[in-house]
């Protein structure tokens, strides 16, 4: 028996286009649902074929507008389980709230633990997730968490263009390093860190660039960029530094506010993001270039449903016609 014959991948309202592309990658179609909303504004949610028994997959990025779509997978989520799924399988390509993972001054809330725990208590038996803003999210749930990594395919856009020669990553903050020394292992070079302070949310401050970047081709790369404030502050004083030119890359594109703007505004040459957010004509720019997520997180998908190790996508470069 096929790995194919019990499993069920929806598409929810967020990123059609993404869980199309996932779909073609495990080699099974979309199943047939629909969101629709009473008059007041309630969600409904009606599926039109049998889940029962089967190992259902959800795809949804809770991006924007994130309370729309985060209650979009919830009621998805309550209808397979009350419809009798064997497992209910998130696959979330950007996990929303997750910047709030943590108390940094008195009576804030910890959001990124109340949306692991809504999904546990609907019924989610598994989440599979890209670039999480902090790893520890992971320790949130008390389900399995598979948390794949974007650099492998960042990486692989850099090394088909040799733009790895003369290269410096960097890191636009110090919590961003780990995933600056993935890319950089990748791509054979050196790390440099932007040390940067943020006094308040979505603003940021650049003090310090710790590192050699002078004659070098500087690529930066972060888990997202919202209002492009830290990017662009960064992309700027890499080139005082001494930097020849600038990439940026991203896994998530949230490109909320002014970032337009300043990405158009900025000395980035080229911006490299992935499809995780599903982005509208207006928010596309000449300067960016999509790479797609589909194909790595389809053979996620296929190693969960086989009972394979996913450890080969994390650790090697990611390549698009790798395990067809």
């Known amino acids: 028996m096929s790995y194919k014959d ?59 507008p994130v309370n729309d779509n985060l209650m979009e997978l919830l009621i998805m989520i309550d209808a397979v389980r009350r419809a009798s799924a064997r497992t209910i399988n998130i696959v979330i390509p950007y996990y929303g709230y997750a910047r709030q993972d943590r108390k940094t001054r008195a009576r804030e809330p910890i959001t990124a ?23 520890q999210i992971q320790g949130f749930f008390d389900i399995p968490v598979d948390n794949l990594m974007g650099a492998p395919l960042l990486a692989d856009y850099f090394l088909r263009n040799h733009l790895e020669e003369d290269a410096v990553v960097v890191s636009p903050d110090h919590g961003g390093v780990t995933r600056a020394r993935k890319l950089a292992e990748f791509l054979g070079c050196h790390i440099a860190i932007v040390d940067k302070r943020r006094p308040k949310a ?41 930097a020849t030119e600038v990439y940026a890359s991203a896994t998530h594109a949230v490109l909320s506010g002014p970032a337009i703007k300043r990405l158009n505004d900025s000395p980035i040459k080229n911006l490299v993001l992935t499809d995780s957010i599903n982005q509208p004509a207006e928010k596309k720019l000449d300067k960016m270039l999509l790479v797609s997520v589909g194909p790595l997180m389809g053979d996620a998908i296929k190693c969960i449903q086989e009972h394979k190790a996913l450890s080969p996508l994390f650790n090697t470069r990611y390549e698009e016609d790798k395990h067809k």
């Open 202 to 242: 979505n603003v940021a401050e650049v003090m310090n660039i710790i590192g050699d970047v002078k004659g070098k081709r500087a690529i930066i790369i972060d888990d997202m960029i919202d209002t492009a404030g830290t990017i662009t502050l960064a992309a700027q004083a890499l080139i005082d530094a001494g």
């Open 6 to 64: 019990d499993m069920i991948i929806f598409a929810l309202n967020s990123n059609v286009p993404l869980a199309q592309k996932i779909a073609d990658r495990v080699g099974i179609p979309l199943s047939k649902s629909s969101v629709e909303r009473f008059s007041d504004g309630e969600i409904q949610i009606n599926i039109d074929e049998t889940v029962r028994g089967k190992d259902v997959y959800l795809v949804q990025s809770t991006s924007d």
């Open 113 to 135: 633990k109340l949306v692991a725990d809504m999904l546990q208590t609907a019924g989610a038996d598994r989440i599979l997730s890209l670039d999480l803003h902090a790893p």
